[in-house]
């Protein structure tokens, strides 16, 4: 085992349990026999079992890999490793199997296949305050499944595609009428996986279907035969599972669970660039040329905002919006019903227990002293005791305290942002103490609370790198006019804007975004006591949900 952590867990390698899918349905194929070809249609039932609700006879039945029971008895994520591939009977019990059964309860035999597909509806899973909802590398995730006792076949997941992009992971199971099986399915990380697996997941939904072959016909997939099949998250349909030979058309009667929408209403997304028709409750797949999953959600019910985020930002120390007015609107909205616009800045691992949140800043700006009292340590200053009477979480829905850094300096004049960010945050050699901090409050770095003001790094990372290169020093910005012209957090030619980040030199002195669009550190009368603009900035969930596309006319709102 190589001795370093991957923190990926339940979605690594696990089965999400509540989506497995039982099934129940009849399919056909062309019988061989007689004179003449004939369709043959077969009452098929096949029966999914997978907890002791429906077989008590067999220990850790439904067992979800990656996780276990904690001192409480709860379920709880286990941390997941690489690890060799399993070679002894010990190592196969260490990697906990996911168990379960297959009973043909029909009145023919069954040729059984088995498939784990990547659930793209996911979202977010949280876990010791760690949010994970990016899928690890398909060729870094092995399998094994096996039969009752028999030795486990392993393989990469990424080389069980079938020709419809499926990944079908075992194939041509005989199960006879009346008949139960037991399998265990198996996953890992391998043994060489990348330090690019961390904070991913794996989460999958497992899916059996079978197929009746006539006697003396061949046991082999027929390729002509296509399986469509649907992940019902906001409907039912009369059967989950249509199989139909390729050109022919699969017709599925699908019903919204929410009696006021129609199935127009719904998203239907399918795999292998599959689009199907809808008319009224009719769900049609014309001319079938490939196998798909299809999941068929109600997308009104909103979008993860930290998947929106990751998709429409830049990965610059954190998920960031960058350029002149890139599309981060959403809608503040008070618990006394009023509302606000603000903006996202990104998504970042700043949560108070290290999980990530959204910070968001507020539109406008407004003017006060950065303290009155001469002093530069953001929680003692006469700003922060003014926001913080009003920017709290009791007053804003879906916020949360966050970790607000407070690492400074005076000599910044060449400091790119990736230096200001070590800066704030007092890494790989970079930042001192503020001068209030050092002297009275016991050299505090790091303050938890629920209003603060932008870094300077937020402001250097603004601006696309296409149009103001990253060897560009913030300080310098305002000899490169795109640099600010550029910059959504530019506040404008008339004004100077506070950042939260102190000087380490002088107690008077914090940084500042200068009205030219550079930076500064000091004032020969002391930063603080300047009447300069500033925007509040706040903490979102990470988990919110929201509707709308971002722009300032149609900006996110949380569910």
């Known amino acids: ?225 296509k399986t469509i099949e649907l992940d019902l998250k906001d409907a039912t ?38 689009t199907p028709t809808v008319s009224g409750s009719t769900l049609k797949f014309s001319n079938v040329q490939k196998g798909t999953i299809c999941s068929v959600y109600d997308a009104s019910k909103g979008e993860s905002l930290a998947t929106l985020i990751q998709t429409n930002a830049v990965n610059e120390n954190g998920y960031r919006y960058e350029g002149s007015d890139p599309n981060n609107y959403i809608t503040m909205e008070k618990t006394d019903g009023t509302k606000e616009t603000w903006r996202i800045i990104g998504l970042f691992p700043d949560g108070v227990n290290g999980e990530n949140v959204i910070r968001v800043r507020k539109v406008g700006y407004e003017s006060a002293q950065y303290d009155s009292k001469g002093t530069n340590h953001w929680p003692n200053t006469t700003l922060y005791q003014l926001l913080s009477n009003t920017y709290t979480l009791a007053n804003y829905k879906n916020t949360v305290k966050y970790k607000m850094y407070l690492g400074g300096e005076h000599a910044i004049s060449n400091y790119t942002s990736t230096d200001l960010y070590d800066m704030e945050r007092m890494l790989n050699n970079k930042g001192i103490m503020g001068k209030t901090s050092s002297t009275s409050y016991n050299s505090t770095t790091i303050f938890d609370g629920s209003v603060g003001l932008m870094y300077p790094s937020d402001y250097g990372y603004a601006v696309l790198a296409s149009d103001c290169v990253r060897t560009i020093a913030p300080y310098d910005y305002g000899r490169t006019s795109s640099c600010y012209t550029n910059n959504w957090l530019y506040q404008g030619s008339t004004s100077k804007q506070y950042f939260i980040s102190p000087s380490d030199l002088d107690a008077n002195d914090v940084m500042f975004i200068l009205s030219n669009g550079g930076i500064e550190s000091h004032d020969f009368e002391g930063v603080v006591y300047m009447q300069a603009s500033y925007a509040p900035v706040m903490a979102l969930k990470s988990d919110v949900v929201v509707t709308g596309s971002g722009t300032n006319s149609d900006p996110y709102v949380m569910n």
């Not at 009849?26 to 077989?55: E, H, P, R, Y």
């Not at 029971?69 to 019990?93: E, L, Q």
């Not at 919204?256 to 795999?271: A, E, H, Q, R």
């Open 237 to 274: 349909a009369d059967k989950n599972v249509k199989q139909v030979l390729k050109g022919e058309d699969a017709i599925f009667t699908v019903t919204p669970t929410n009696t006021s929408k129609t199935l127009s209403d719904l998203t239907i997304s399918c795999t292998n660039d599959v």
């Open 1 to 225: 085992m190589i001795n370093r952590e991957i923190k990926i867990t339940i979605g690594v390698v696990a089965i999400v349990s509540l989506i497995f899918i039982a099934m129940s349905y009849a399919i056909f194929k062309v019988d061989t026999t007689g004179n003449t070809d004939t369709i043959k249609f077969g009452d098929i039932s096949l029966a999914f079992c997978k907890d002791s609700t429906c077989d008590s006879t067999i220990s850790d039945i439904g067992n979800v890999i990656g996780t276990e029971k904690d001192a409480n008895g709860n379920t709880v994520y286990s941390k997941i490793y690489p690890v060799s591939d399993p070679s002894t009977a010990s190592d196969w019990d260490n990697l906990k199997p996911y168990i379960f059964t297959l009973t043909n309860d029909g009145d023919i035999p069954l040729y059984v296949s088995l498939y784990l597909e990547k659930d793209p509806t996911a979202g977010t899973i949280v876990s010791d305050g760690v949010e994970y909802s990016e899928f690890v590398s398909d060729d870094e995730v092995k399998i094994a499944i096996g039969e009752g006792i028999s030795n486990p076949t392993i393989s990469l997941y990424s080389s069980k595609v079938d020709a419809d992009g499926n990944h079908k992971i075992a194939s041509n199971i005989l199960i006879n009428v009346g008949e139960k099986k037991t399998f265990k399915l198996y996953a890992w990380l391998k043994s060489d996986a990348t330090n690019a697996s961390q904070g991913k997941y794996f989460v999958t939904q497992i899916s059996a279907r079978g197929e009746y072959f006539p006697s003396g016909s061949s046991s082999d997939v027929d390729s002509n035969l």
